[in-house]
């Protein structure tokens, strides 16, 4: 039995996100489980680093896998690119030690939300970008995320009715970059994510951004510890995993 760590990106657009549900839903996961078994002939669980959500992206999600299999890395990476619907690839497959856990073992993500702040719509940014046609002013927008760097409660910025133990999270990177009428991207880095929170830090963001709130507001809305006190849920297309860190 060899345990494999596999990289994998794919668009979101048309996916339920990245969990197996119940029905007949389409999920990144099921896919990658379905290509195992006919590369394979083995049932197959794949271990995601996290559950990305219906629409949300990945440039690098990282998975993991125990199997019975005479396939080499490499091997296995091809095989599977080669039944695998166009919209998710395999960029990497490597021999992990036995036990990794694609999440358990996981220290940090980083996730970026991509902007498109031009006054008319982009088609080729339609399923990838959060189009936001009034100019945002990016130098606020920055000084709003740094509120955010550090050890904090986020309970603000976690989506109602979720069941976590804590909303404590540590944020190592919070970026704002790009130009006003232009691409602009919110990159954030931390030891772990609630659910919605990338996406409702970036609505705040782009709230500051229009001149609905000050950037100092930030350091209120997390100390309010209260969904309500923030900014809407921004849509789940401009939201990207980039990176997962070991």
Not at 89 to 94: F, T
Not at 112 to 124: H, K, R, T
Request: glycine share 10%; hydrophobic share 45%.
């Amino acid at each position: 039995m060899t345990t494999f760590r596999l990289v994998l990106e794919y668009d979101g657009t048309h996916f339920a996100g990245w969990q197996v549900q119940a029905g007949a839903q389409r999920t990144v996961q099921g896919c990658v489980e379905a290509a195992l078994q006919r590369v394979t002939g083995q049932v197959l669980r794949v271990t995601g680093s996290g559950r990305t959500d219906a629409g949300v992206h990945a440039q690098g999600q990282v998975a993991s896998v125990a199997l019975d299999t005479d396939f080499d890395a490499d091997g296995l990476r091809r095989a599977l690119n080669g039944v695998l619907p166009p919209d998710v690839a395999v960029l990497e497959v490597a021999p992990a030690p036995a036990g990794f856990d694609a999440r358990r073992d996981a220290s940090s993500k980083l996730y970026a939300y991509s902007i498109w702040n031009g006054p008319q719509s982009s088609p080729l940014r339609a399923r990838t970008h959060c189009w936001v046609p009034p100019a945002l002013d990016i130098a606020a927008m920055a000084a709003a995320a740094r509120y955010c760097v550090g050890r904090h409660d986020f309970s603000s910025f976690q989506a109602a009715g979720s069941a976590t133990r804590t909303a404590v999270r540590s944020l190592s990177r919070f970026d704002v970059s790009g130009e006003s009428r232009g691409d602009i991207r919110i990159e954030v880095a931390a030891d772990g994510f609630l659910y919605h929170m990338v996406r409702s830090l970036a609505g705040t963001l782009i709230e500051v951004g229009r001149g609905r709130r000050a950037p100092d507001s930030m350091a209120a809305v997390l100390a309010a510890r209260d969904r309500r006190s923030a900014g809407p849920t921004a849509p789940a297309r401009g939201l990207a995993l980039v990176r997962v860190c070991y």
